[in-house]
């Protein structure tokens, strides 16, 4: 199904830092032009999938989550024509690891005006791992309204899934060690976009 | 975060701003359809009143409710406390059939903080005696900064009966933390012995005269209720005398700055301390401050326990 899978990404360990922030041992994965072009990718198998940007809302689960969210929306604007509507998601409230963590506080959770009764709610979010941030985002959706359809989008899909959820637009699949980091770093909030791999010592 | 929140003293400014964070969330979950979120499920509160209290207990139940807990209010009239059970007990029997939060008011100064050091829970304060009301100081503060913006150099009246007090002992911690400059104005029977030390010390000011004060044109003005309960002291002579000098009048009304939000903690004695016209105003955040009372309480719910109880000891 997903039968684009991107090849001759991988970069050599980075020796120049651009800000100074990078000392890992990690290695790019996806490079900002990378990203652009998953993330157009992604716009079009959306709009593929629900044959026009018709009852769509796409909804951005913080952090990461959101400017991609927003990203995709202007590209599909721009296929378009149309303004679809964006939201953004915290699931704070609903993990299921509430109980291991110090409490923060939750960040903004904001609905299109239509709300989400009888959409197709494409969740988007940065990094699908084990899947229980989607678990609360489900449940959270669920809270918030009754979609007609929900559907995920991600920008890196790496693996190691402890529920039954599957994404249906990912942006890479990149086959990970539980122990590495995937971290996914984006202009709006980190000032660059890539996503990088590291650690796990192999 | 502290495990307890007994006093404001218990919060630094960062956990005031976490707080008013996650409250500005809550808020927006009393506005949907299926007002529910599942941070306290599975948990345990008990609302322990030994005061009568209505906003306050059911502002608590209503929080603990949409975040999920299991909410059981015990009030000590028609319970072991009146048959002569000594705090402690009472406290060691309710915390033993396994809750995970306790809500405490009491009408004896100190009360919660001595029951916090008993228990391996977290104890919030709902009112203890005169002294400390926290989270009604910190709903007040939050009403104000939603109306007012930042609170920073805003000039904050409070007016009334300051010696019986908690709800000005808590707001003056947290309006001062926040930036707020405070002037509190009573008859001088009713301003607690050693105000000018303690208003030197903490950098508030005090006076007699409420047409001075408003004269200012304060940025809000914050009236306290009139206990009738505690005015057996003979500290005014007649309720008429203490509307007149200090109450919220029509005329006073006048002098205000049109947008300056007018604060009542509740239950309001119309026409003693508040006039109806200034109860009712547009400028009034009265039923602000109640709404603003759930979200707070949720939000100090879920900070003090859905997270791991660090304190629990075998």
């Not at chain 2, 529910?36 to 005061?51: C, H, Q």
């Not at chain 2, 004896?108 to 919030?124: E, I, R």
């Not at chain 2, 001075?212 to 003979?234: H, I, K, N, T, W």
């Not at chain 2, 200090?246 to 006039?275: F, Q, S, V, W």
Request: charged residues 25%; glycine residues 10%.
């Amino acid at each position: 199904m997903r039968r684009r899978r991107r090849s001759g990404t991988l970069m050599p360990a980075r020796t120049e830092v651009p800000d100074g922030t990078i000392h890992d041992d990690g290695r790019t994965v996806l490079d900002a032009r990378d990203v652009s072009r998953a993330l157009t990718r992604i716009s079009h198998e959306i709009l593929e999938r629900n044959r026009g940007a018709e009852s769509l809302v796409l909804l951005g689960i913080h952090t990461r989550g959101v400017p991609l969210a927003q990203r995709i929306a202007e590209k599909i604007q721009a296929v378009e024509g149309t303004p679809v509507d964006v939201g953004t998601l915290d699931v704070t409230m609903y993990r299921d690891d509430l109980r291991s963590h110090p409490t923060r506080a939750p960040h903004h959770t904001q609905m299109p005006a239509g709300g989400v009764d009888g959409k197709v709610v494409v969740l988007v979010d940065d990094v699908l791992f084990s899947g229980r941030t989607i678990r609360a985002a489900l449940d959270a959706v669920a809270d918030l309204g009754r979609p007609d359809v929900v559907r995920l989008a991600v920008l890196v899909d790496r693996g190691h899934r402890e529920l039954p959820i599957r994404a249906d637009h990912v942006g890479k699949n990149l086959p990970s060690a539980r122990t590495e980091r995937v971290g996914v770093r984006l202009a709006e909030i980190d000032g660059i976009d890539e996503v990088r791999i590291s650690g796990g010592g192999s | 975060m502290k495990k307890h929140l007994l006093s404001i003293d218990d919060l630094s400014r960062d956990d005031i701003e976490a707080l008013f964070e996650t409250a500005a969330e809550m808020h927006d979950v009393q506005h949907r359809s299926v007002k529910k979120l599942p941070a306290l499920r599975g948990r345990t509160v008990i609302n322990l009143f030994f005061e009568d209290s209505t906003r306050t207990r059911s502002s608590f139940e209503i929080a603990g409710k949409w975040l999920s807990a299991d909410v059981i209010n015990i009030s000590a009239k028609g319970s072991s406390a009146s048959k002569g059970e000594s705090l402690r007990d009472t406290v060691l029997t309710v915390t033993a059939m396994g809750i995970d939060g306790l809500v405490m008011r009491h009408g004896a100064s100190g009360a919660a903080h001595q029951v916090a050091g008993w228990l391996d829970v977290p104890v919030v304060n709902a009112g203890d005696g005169m002294h400390e009301h926290p989270t009604q100081a910190l709903l007040d503060a939050y009403t104000l900064r939603r109306r007012l913006g930042s609170l920073e150099g805003r000039h904050v009246a409070i007016v009334g009966d300051l010696t019986h007090s908690r709800v000005f002992r808590s707001n003056i911690k947290c309006l001062a933390m926040l930036g707020a400059r405070v002037t509190v104005v009573a008859p001088p029977t009713l301003m607690p012995a050693g105000i000018d030390a303690w208003a030197k010390d903490a950098g508030f000011g005090t006076s007699w005269d409420l047409d001075e004060v408003l004269a200012e044109e304060p940025d809000a003005v914050m009236m306290l209720r009139v206990q009738r309960e505690r005015m057996s002291g003979g500290y005014f002579p007649t309720a008429r005398e203490y509307t007149v000098g200090y109450g919220l009048t029509r005329e006073r009304l006048a002098m205000l700055k049109p947008d300056a939000p007018i604060c009542h903690p509740g239950p309001m004695n119309r026409g003693l301390e508040i006039a109806p016209e200034a109860a009712d105003a547009a400028a009034s955040a009265v039923l602000d401050q109640v709404s603003a009372g759930v979200a707070i309480r949720m939000s100090v719910l879920y900070h003090l326990i859905a997270g791991p109880n660090e304190g629990v000891t075998p």
